[in-house]
C-alpha cells in the first residue's frame, strides 16, 4: 500500500505536465447591409499586430514552389495539388480564380512521371536572384469559403483540418441562405494548449484579394498611378519657357480673359514618399489567439475591408494674365479607396458551446473542443 501511494506522489508531476490538445473550428462572415445607424467606426487604423503567428491557411492556399525549382522530387501534398490546379488552370482560368479548396483537385498519389528539374544549379540561382519571395508563391486573388486540408490526427504540431473532421457545417449552410449575411471562412485546425506566454496566434483571411486595385494604406493604385503621369508632365511643363506653355496648351484661354494654369515653381514641389504595394491585401484580415489557464481564452481580432466612393477636393494654382494675380481653382475628383472596419474581443470560452462573436459589419461563430488521440 505504501509503495502505490509513493507511486502515485511521483505521478502527479507527470499527469500536471501532460499535453492538452483541442480542436477549433471558425465560421467568419459580413454582413451585407450598408446602412448602420447610429455606428461610428474608428479612422486611421494600425495594421493588426501578430507576430509569428502560424501561417497554416497561407501555406496551405499558397505553397511555395521553390522546392519545386530547386528539382526536389515533388511538392509535400498540398503544393503539388495545388501545381496541379494551376496547371489546370492555364487553358481555363488564373490561379487566382480558384472558387474551390485546392485539396479537392484530382488524387496526386496516382501521379507516374517525376517532378522535372532544373538543368544545373545555374539555372536554380538565376531563377531565385529574379524573383521576390512573393513570386515563388501560386498568387490567390479570392480565398476558398470552405478549407478543405488533408486529414491528419496527430499531436505534432498546429494543423488544419478536413472538412470531415468539422462539425458546424449545419450552420454554415443555414447562414448561406440568408439575405443579411455573406459567410466568407470555414475552417477548423488543432492545436496544443499553452499558457498565454507561450501561444501563438494564427493567422486567418478571407474574401477577395484587393492587392492589384489598392495600396496597404487603401489608396486606390488608378489615382496614384494617374498622379504620377500629371507631375511628369508638370516638369516637361516647368523645364519649357512660359510662353512656349502657354502656346502649346492654352493659348486660346487668352482671348477669353479666362484664367490660364501656370506650373508652379520647383522649389514649391513637395516629394512625397510612394505608397507600399503588398501582394495580400485581404477583404478581411486578422488573427485568432487562444490561451489556457484553467479555463480557455480566445484574443480575436480582425480588419474588415470595404471599397468606398472619395470626392477629393484639389486647389490648382491659376494665374490671371490680364489681372496679374495667382488665385486657386478647386477641382473636385471622384476616386475609390479601401476603408478598414476593426473586430476586436476577447473572450472566456467552454468547450463544445458554440460562441457567438458579433459586431454591426462582421462576426465570428467559435466552437473548441478537446481532441484525444
Not at 128 to 155: G, M, Y
Request: proline share 6%; with cysteine.
Amino acid at each position: 500500500m505504501k509503495k502505490l501511494f509513493v507511486t502515485l506522489i511521483c505521478c502527479i508531476p507527470l499527469l500536471a505536465q501532460a499535453e492538452r490538445w483541442f480542436e477549433a473550428e471558425v465560421i467568419l462572415f459580413k454582413r451585407t447591409y450598408d446602412d448602420v445607424q447610429g455606428e461610428t467606426f474608428p479612422q486611421n487604423l494600425s495594421d493588426l499586430d501578430y507576430p509569428n503567428a502560424h501561417e497554416n491557411l497561407r501555406k496551405f492556399l499558397q505553397p511555395e514552389v521553390t522546392p519545386f525549382v530547386q528539382g526536389q522530387d515533388c511538392f509535400p501534398t498540398d503544393a503539388n495539388t495545388a501545381k496541379q490546379a494551376q496547371a489546370k488552370s492555364e487553358t481555363q482560368t488564373s490561379v487566382g480564380n480558384l472558387s474551390e479548396p485546392l485539396d479537392e483537385q484530382s488524387d496526386t498519389s496516382q501521379t507516374t512521371s517525376p517532378c522535372p528539374a532544373p538543368e544545373s544549379v545555374d539555372d536554380i540561382n538565376e531563377w531565385l536572384e529574379s524573383n521576390t519571395p512573393s513570386q515563388r508563391i501560386l498568387q490567390l486573388n479570392q480565398v476558398p469559403k470552405r478549407i478543405n486540408a488533408p486529414a491528419r490526427s496527430d499531436q505534432k504540431e498546429t494543423y488544419l483540418l478536413n472538412q470531415s473532421q468539422l462539425r458546424l457545417g449545419g450552420i454554415y449552410k443555414k447562414l448561406q441562405w440568408r439575405k443579411d449575411i455573406h459567410p466568407m471562412l470555414h475552417v477548423g485546425w488543432r492545436f496544443k494548449g499553452v499558457p498565454r506566454r507561450e501561444t501563438r496566434a494564427i493567422h486567418l483571411f478571407a474574401g477577395k484579394n484587393f492587392a492589384n486595385d489598392y495600396y496597404v494604406n487603401g489608396q486606390s493604385r488608378n489615382m496614384q498611378e494617374a498622379a504620377s503621369v500629371n507631375e511628369d508632365d508638370y516638369e516637361t511643363s516647368v523645364n519649357q519657357s512660359t510662353w512656349q506653355y502657354l502656346l502649346k496648351h492654352q493659348l486660346a484661354l487668352l482671348d477669353q480673359n479666362q484664367p490660364v494654369k501656370l506650373p508652379l515653381p520647383l522649389e514649391n514641389h513637395v516629394e512625397s514618399s510612394p505608397p507600399i504595394i503588398t501582394d495580400s491585401l485581404w477583404e478581411m484580415d486578422g488573427y485568432i489567439r487562444i490561451h489556457l489557464s484553467h479555463y480557455l481564452y480566445v484574443n480575436a481580432g480582425f480588419d474588415l475591408r470595404e471599397e468606398e466612393e472619395l470626392s477629393v477636393q484639389e486647389k490648382i494654382p491659376t494665374l490671371v494674365l490680364t489681372e496679374g494675380e495667382l488665385s486657386q481653382q478647386e477641382v473636385t475628383k471622384h476616386t475609390k479607396a479601401l476603408k478598414k472596419i476593426r473586430f476586436s474581443q476577447f473572450r472566456r470560452v467552454i468547450t463544445k458551446e458554440i460562441h457567438y462573436f458579433d459586431h454591426p459589419k462582421m462576426g465570428m461563430i467559435l466552437q473548441l473542443r478537446r481532441f484525444n488521440h
